[in-house]
Each structure stands twice: as structure tokens, then as C-alpha cells.
């Protein structure tokens, strides 16, 4: 059943035995009353779920569950009023301020945080009009715990507002109490060395006061006070409990709600720190290959002219040389040396800066890539291109050689195969390039855990451009390399 329902019809049952216990009590202190002892006892049930009372009209609405209406309606009361019911105001306040705590239960239950505040002061300003009282607001302890901080306020247009913070220092009693987890009520409990505590009530016009603290984990946190000026409204003792719950409702949402601003601070502290990494890593990547650049424009300017200056002497000298000579086998084998030297160091300078991206485009500096590689590791690749633009952003361009240059590099360390395929593909929205052989493979939790500096330096460049880079491997199954990279039109 139903929690508040069953609360209902606990509460139902117990107003609709007031005016019998009453009727009781008169036929004991008034004798013309004692002919319709019997006939108040005799109560019926109709189909409809109210009981009536055939000598007196009297009509208790109990809760049916199919209807979905509010099952103690206005009439109970007012039929408790009618027949003099000393008890009906109080059933009535009760009844309206368990509603009350019912109703706030529920928008608190999912309440999003940017509304916490603003329905704490809705919920006040409902306790303070239920209540008949001038002020409610809502305390937090300090992080230093030397003061309490008014967060929440709600008063009746000509009251004065809650101050904002009490210091301990300045209400030392009142924060002593407080602190224990003891309810407060001003001025009536308040001892004689209260001193600052009784000048403050006399200063303000203070009434009645009703502090309760709020306790979370074995700790006070805070406090929710009920204040009247105009009168003094005592609050009974068995209200407190219900009180303090909805101190705790509204304590709760102020910590659901902490607790959100702290994530979606650590959210933005992680996103910004992301940001931060990418923006130095590009810088990093950048400087590498400003750094590859130089080196690869003075190894073709400097080191390749040196060469080919030694090849013509080593030409020279040959050209002098009988045919019968014995240096001519050592000069012809350092021609040959040097011819090689030249053509290594042509190859690693495009490896270092493939200009030639810039010259012929992407399609033909991977096609040259793919045989220089073939020639160099003994490895065949089957390069497959198609419909690539000539120009593509050059951050792009270069992305997708790295990654071949890379991949193609892990094919001859640890692949232990013949042969390789290399796909280049692109249509409106996105260029796919794809590295694929049918090696050895391996174990993809090897890399997750460690990887390798190669495999970091490609992550990052493909996530520099917006691209996305998987890796499908297996034991004895082969390795696939794909990088999937938005186009203008895309996603890019």
C-alpha cells in the first residue's frame, strides 16, 4: 500500500472516532445526552466508503483508491466544527501540514539543482503561512565551523529579515546549543547568562523563536528556526520531529545539489585540462615537425650536395685510372658506397618532411611512401586510392602519412608477413585510411595497458584532427589500422 495513503487512512480512522469519544465524554457530565449514547455509537457503512451517522448527519470520507482523489477533504473538518469539535482546528493544521510535508517530499525527490534554491524558499514561505509564524529560514554551519550562515529566508511583508550570518562569538549560547544538536526555543528557555541572546530578542521584538539543528552522519550541519514577532506562537513539542524532516529535506537538496555543482566543476576542471593537453600536444607535434623540417632541408641541401660533390671526385678519380690499376676496384666500390649514402639520405629526409605532399598531394606521396617501403623492407603492399581530393588541409595530409609511415613501420617489426594492403578512400563527408596485413597479431589489453610511443604519437594526431583511429587485432588473426577523418561538408 501506498505510504501516504496508508498514513490517510490511519488519520482517517482517527478523526472519524473524535466526535464519538467526545459524544462519550459529554454523556458523562451532561445528563440530556445520555438517550443518544447508543445512537452515536451505531455508525454504518454505505457502498460509497463514508461512514454515516444516522441521528447526526455526520459523513467521514474515507480514501477509495479508485477514485484518485484526495480522500480527507474539507468536509471532515468542517463536520467536526459543526458538532463543536474542540479538536478540529488542530486535525485540520495537522492534516494540512502532514500534506504539506507529503507535497515536499515529492519535489524534492528529483529536483534539479538550479531549482533547489528557489523551492527551499517556496517551502518556507508555505511553512510560515501554515503555521501562523512571521519568519522561517534555514541555517548552514561554516566550513570553520564559527559561524551559521542563513542561506534561505522567507518573512511576512514588515518583518525583518534574518541576518545573514550569527557568529558564534556574538550569540555564544545560542551557537553552543546548537552545536550540541539541542532544540532551541527563544526567549523562554534561554538561561541568565544568555545575556547577549536575551538583548538581541528585546532589541528585535522577538516573540518565540524555535530553532531545531539539522544532524547528518553524527554532525550538526546546520539548523531551520521558526520565528514569530507579532505574537508568541508556541509550536507544540510533538511537532518538532516533523520539522526537523523537513530540515532534512531541504538539507539533503542543498547537499544533492553541492554535490552536482562540485561535479560539474571537476567536469569543467577536466574538460579545460583535456583542452590544455590537446592544445600542447599540438604545439609539441608542430615543433616535431618544424624540427623534422629543418633537419630534412639541411640534409638535402648540405648532405646530399656533399655527396654528390664526392661522387664527381670519386668519378674523377676513376677516369684516371688504368684498367689494370688496383685502386680502380676500391674506387669503383666507393663510387658505388656513395651513390647508396645519397639515396639513403634523399629517403630519410622525405621520411622526416615528405615535401613531396605539398608537390604531387596525398595520394601520390603515399603511393611513393608504399614503394619506397616495398623496396626497402622486401615487404609487397597492395595500395589502393581512390577518389581523393588533390587538396586537403595540411594538417590532414600530413595525419594520414604519419599514420601509414607508422603502421607500415609495426607491419615489418612484428607482422612477420609478405605482404601488406594500403586503402586511401574519401567520398563528400570523410577520408578513410585503412593498413591491413595477415600477421601474427596480437593482444589488444597488451597495448591498452602499455602503449607504445608510436601508437600514443598516432592517437594523438588523429585526435588533433577530429579523426577517429581503431585498432582490430587478434592472435594469429592479422592487425587492422583505420582512421576515419570528417572532410569540409562533414562533421570537421
Known sequence: MNGNVGWQLGMASDLMSIPVEIAKRTTRTNPTTMNHRSDIEKIQTDG??????AKLGIMCPLPSMSTGKDPLSSVVFSRMQDIGCPLAADSKQRFQFEKLLSELSAKFINVSAERVDSQIK????QIVELLGIDRSGLGQVSA???????????????????AGFLLDSRFPYFAKMVYQGAVI???????????REREYCAQTGLRSNVTIPLVVMGSVVGGIGFTSFRSDRKLPDDLIPRLRMIGDIFTNALARKRADEELRVNEQSLKQAREDLRQLTSKLIHSQEEERARIAREMHDDWTQRLALLGIDAAKLLSQLESNDVALPLVVAMQDKVKVLAEDVHALSRQLHPSI???LGLTEALRSECASFANREGIDIDYSPANVPMKLPKDVALCIYRVAQESLRNVAKHSAVNSASVMLVADERELRLRIEDCGIGFDPKDIRSQPGLGLSSMKERVSLIQGILTIDSARGKGTTVEVRVPLEGGNR
Open 144 to 162: 570553520d565551523r564559527k559561524q551559521i550562515v542563513v542561506t534561505h529566508s522567507y518573512e511576512l511583508p514588515g518583518i525583518p529579515p534574518s
Open 357 to 359: 605532399i605539398n608537390d
Open 122 to 125: 517556496w517551502g518556507l514561505q
Open 48 to 53: 460509497e466508503g463514508l461512514h454515516h451517522h
Open 185 to 195: 526555543r527563544l526567549p523562554d528557555e534561554l538561561p541568565l547568562e544568555a545575556s
